[in-house]
Structure formats: C-alpha cells, structure tokens
Nanobody, 115 residues
Framework: QVQLVESGGGLVQAGESLRLSCNTS????????MGWYRQVPGKQRELVAS???????NYADSVKGRFTISRDNAKNTVYLQMNNLKPEDTAVYYC?????????WGRGTQVTVSS
C-alpha cells in the first residue's frame, strides 16, 4: 500500500502559476513510473506528465512548454510546476504511483483557472 497526498491546488486567474506537490508514504525511486493526471466531469482521467526513474519526462501536448514535472527522492515528493495557466487546465489533479501494473492514486487537488 502506498499513500499519496496532493497539495497546492487553488483558484487562480489565467496566466498565473501554481506548484502542485505529491507527498508519498513510500520511497519514490523504486516506482516504475510517477505521474500527474487530471480529470474533469464527464471525461476520462488523462495523463498530464510522467517521469520514469531513469527516463526523460513525458508531457501531454496541451501542457508542453508550460508544465514541468520533477522529483525529490530524499523528500519522497513529486512536483508539478504549472506556468501560464489557462481556463482549459481547470480540473482535479491526481498523483499516480505505479509499480509495474499496479497503480496507487491520491485523492486529488482542485485547480480552477478563471479568465
């Protein structure tokens, strides 16, 4: 069992920035993959950014150049820096901890971007 707690969400205006944090109860270096997903009502959860232990970050086309995923193994924390936020980014953001084919999810943090 891995417990994940997201934080850093909130209500901002278009063009502003937020940094999301995902604190984990387990070390993140053994994870097969760490990632950030988001979901809006009526749609499936979609991948925003992911990071493998030895791989390069992967981003959805809609956030490339604006979002950055990073990790701090010593703090068991994964971050998502979100710059130049747009109303289309409004969603609940979830942290994902993957062990091969087994996934663990946090409860999510709400991000709302007004125009």
């Amino acid at each position: 069992q891995v417990q994940l707690v997201e934080s850093g969400g909130g209500l901002v205006q278009a063009g502003e920035s937020l940094r999301l944090s995902c604190n984990t109860s387990r070390n993140i270096y053994p994870a097969y993959m760490m990632g950030w997903y988001r979901q809006v009502p009526g749609k499936q959860r979609e991948l925003v950014a992911s990071l493998a232990p030895t791989g390069s970050p992967n981003y959805a086309d809609s956030v490339k150049g604006r979002f950055t995923i990073s990790r701090d193994n010593a703090k068991n924390t994964v971050y998502l820096q979100m710059n130049n936020l747009k109303p289309e980014d409004t969603a609940v953001y979830y942290c994902n901890y993957r062990l091969k084919n087994l996934n663990f999810w946090g409860r999510g943090t709400q991000v709302t971007v007004s125009s």
